[in-house]
């Protein structure tokens, strides 16, 4: 080996050395596609980090919230997929080796883990703050009410699902703290918050956020869009110019009445989410997978559930029934109210299969979705 080729080989690897730590890699979970690698400098990093925490300063200047962190300190319980670069997991690692003392304060329990295992673990961490999937934080809420988990957090941070108000309720109720519930992606970090109305507020400064149709025109404030189209201003190394969210919002019409000035809106749910069905006659009929859940999720006996649709008039249900329920009569049930249900909506004719399988998390991003189609047909 020449000297020259020597030097250019030494000078390669000092680069490569040099940049690591510039950068932060966070991946999209990939619960609706392919997953999406996107990269975010420093700068970009810890800007948008700071704005994303605007949405919570509210809650952490509340009195309560401040004299339980004073009381017994800081401890960050972030319930994510762990073991990947999903966002909010690979945002909190980042903070650890950035500041080396977060590194007991802040933890990941991965959502992968048996429950068991969870709640023994966090009954020793004691977290005043929980972080982490609307699901999570509800089955943590469960092991609570049962006396199984034994915490008090003061604080508490939903994001990656949509979070009900009834859910949102429950959470505050059992645990005894208010709850923050953000809106984001890997590829916009800090996207929105929810204010105490219940409307998300798009970080406009930072964020082109277009509400379009199916022709991708801009939709007026209070009609709910196809989909929106979003542009980063803050990442500069990985430019997503009107990236197509996939999700359907509807802009408020007018100012927020809790008087924050940002735009506000309603998350509708995604576009690619919505179910097709075939009726009797060979019409296609279209279901919001909101309106399908209900049916499902109000069903006195139903502990949780998942909906897949298999085919054009075939639909798998899995169930979870509560302890002293009968899960014979939890099914008929079950079907009895979605053959009403596809009756009203012109669709008489689908099947509803019950899988042996229970409902589970999604194996690589540990979230927990509830209606899905698994056809395109």
Known sequence: MSRSSGTSCLTRRWR???????????????????PAVIIHDADSWALLATVGRRG???????????????????????LFAGGGHFGAAAALESARRRNPSFVRRFRVFSVLRPVPDLVAELNDFQPTALEGYPTALALLAEEQRAGRLNIRPVLGITAGEELSATGRADLES???????NRYGSAEFVALATQCSVGLFHV???????EPVDKKYEPVAPGVTSHTVLVTNLANRV???????LGDRVKLAPRLCACGNRLPAMTVEGRTGELLTFASSDGAV?????????????ETPGVRRFQAIRTGPRTLSVRLETWVDADPA???RAVDERLYEFFKAQGIGSVVVEHSPDPPAV????????????????
């Open 16 to 34: 490569e050395r040099s940049n690591l730590g510039r950068y932060h890699v966070v991946t999209t979970s990939g619960t609706s596609g392919d």
């Open 56 to 78: 919570e300063w509210r809650f952490v200047a509340a009195r309560e919230v401040l004299w339980g962190i004073a009381r017994c300190g800081l401890r960050v319980a972030a």
């Open 174 to 180: 059992t645990f005894g703290c208010p709850v923050q």
């Open 203 to 209: 970080n406009s400064e930072w964020f082109l956020f």
């Open 238 to 244: 990985q430019p997503l110019i009107r990236y197509d």
């Open 285 to 297: 009929v279209q279901i919001l997978p909101l309106a399908l859940g209900t049916v499902i999720e």
């Open 329 to 331: 009569a939890v099914r």
């Open 362 to 377: 999604d194996p690589r991003s540990g979230k927990f979705r509830q209606v899905w189609s698994v056809c395109s047909e």
